[in-house]
């Protein structure tokens, strides 16, 4: 991997870690949707080995695949996330990074606490597959979880305040913005909203619950709020302006964050049912699902393949996918942003599959329209990854013209100090 990029580096080179956190997540997604766990709500160890002791070779099959990729995934995520986090320290020596912050490229500083917020589910889902017990005392965890996130969530807004504070006073570039780059922002903010959703779906103590809730709802709607002002911003400037050939990968960023906000209101929905639960009338029998939750993610699904299927298009046309995804000699950050819609549509859909159609009786698990239905995010999931590293060899590698000049200046340093 190549180092000390200096002024060269980007902070949009925390999505390369991200794109693999959400993989590290999508594998997860096996156990959660495939594994039977009656007992918990999440997949623990005990319950994945047990459904490995009893189930066929479809069963286990699955399960070897998603422990595989689950750590392959994670392994390089927080590799990818520590380096990024040394050429950010190197980075923020730099003029360079003190022009960024006097730009409309200051939003791309979202990249950290989403990517942060990715390292905290990742770690947590990962934890649950991995350490057996884990479940009998994940109540007493979820405050640390509500406090991680919190503090991800206020890091979020001490960037987004500064810069907010600046383009409002006139600092905003329509001209230099030239895509869809700002909906980074609403990104970052749904990654904290599904963040504090997790211990309003997993927790038992109402206080727990409400704090989740609540939590998801503020930086929810701070996403929503910002997604609806930056999309007009982004359509405005490629209106008037064009779309820069580095950022038509920013066409999709609508799409993970769907992802998020979707799998937050399915979050906050089991949270409610808790709070349901604990009021005067006691506990109370909770449908799994509904018809209006299967067309709920039905929308959220069809609006991500208009935003795909319109960007692919476009990316196809200007020739964006031959120079920054399979070519080596031109080197973006701006493309990492083409992972993260693959992971949040592979994702979604399984909870598509399981939430909207099996348990609405639409569909019978195991059987033949299952297993073709499951073909879907695994063939999206391994586009996806072959995409991930892809880039990573094109782009952050040392067989990359961006590598190899890097490699050259570092010897020539070394030979002018000699």
Request: one cysteine or more; glycine letters at 10%; a neutral charge.
């Amino acid at each position: 991997m190549i180092r000390n990029l200096g002024e060269k580096y980007s902070p949009l080179y925390f999505l390369a870690a991200l794109g693999f956190g959400g993989m590290s997540v999508f594998f997860f997604m096996a156990f959660m949707h495939i594994t039977p766990h009656p007992e918990t709500p999440m997949p623990t160890f005990e319950s994945i080995t047990a459904a490995y002791v009893d189930g066929d070779g479809f069963m286990r099959t699955v399960i070897v695949i998603g422990y595989v990729g689950m750590m392959a995934a994670l392994i390089m995520h927080l590799a990818l996330l520590a380096w990024n986090f040394r050429e950010f320290g190197l980075f923020r020596q730099t003029e360079t990074y003190r022009a960024l912050k006097s730009t409309n490229a200051e939003v791309t500083l979202m990249a950290i606490p989403l990517t942060l917020g990715m390292t905290i589910n990742g770690a947590f889902v990962a934890s649950l597959a991995l350490i057996p017990g884990l479940w009998g005392i994940i109540q007493s965890l979820m405050p640390f979880a509500l406090l991680a996130y919190g503090t991800v969530g206020l890091v979020a807004l001490v960037i987004m305040t500064n810069y907010l504070r600046r383009i409002i006073a006139g600092g905003f570039s329509f001209e230099a913005n030239g895509g869809l780059n700002q909906l980074i922002a609403a990104f970052a903010f749904s990654m904290v909203a599904v963040g504090f959703a997790a211990p309003a779906a997993m927790g038992t103590d109402t206080l727990v619950v409400l704090t989740g809730v609540w939590g998801s709802i503020l930086f929810g709607i701070i996403s929503l709020i910002l997604f609806g002002v930056f999309l007009v911003a982004g359509i405005m400037s490629i209106m008037r302006y064009g779309l820069a050939l580095p950022n038509s990968a920013t066409l999709w960023l609508a799409v993970p964050v769907l992802t998020l906000w979707a799998i937050t209101v399915l979050r906050d929905r089991h949270g409610m049912q808790t709070l349901i639960d604990a009021g005067p009338a006691g506990p109370q029998d909770h449908p799994g699902s509904s018809v209006g939750l299967m067309l709920f993610l039905s929308f959220i699904i069809l609006t991500q393949v208009a935003f795909l299927g319109l960007g692919f298009v476009v990316m196809r046309a200007n020739g964006f996918f031959r120079t920054f995804v399979l070519g080596r000699e031109v080197t973006s950050p701006v493309a990492f942003t083409l992972v993260c819609p693959g992971v949040g549509l592979a994702v979604l859909s399984m909870f598509f599959i399981n939430v909207g159609l099996i348990q609405n009786g639409l569909v019978e698990k195991f059987s033949a329209t299952y297993y073709g239905l499951l073909l879907i995010p695994a063939i999206i999931a391994t586009v996806t990854l072959w995409l991930a590293l892809t880039l990573f060899r094109n782009q952050l590698s040392t067989a990359s013209r961006f590598g190899r000049e890097q490699a050259a200046a570092a010897r020539e340093g070394a030979l002018i100090e000699a």
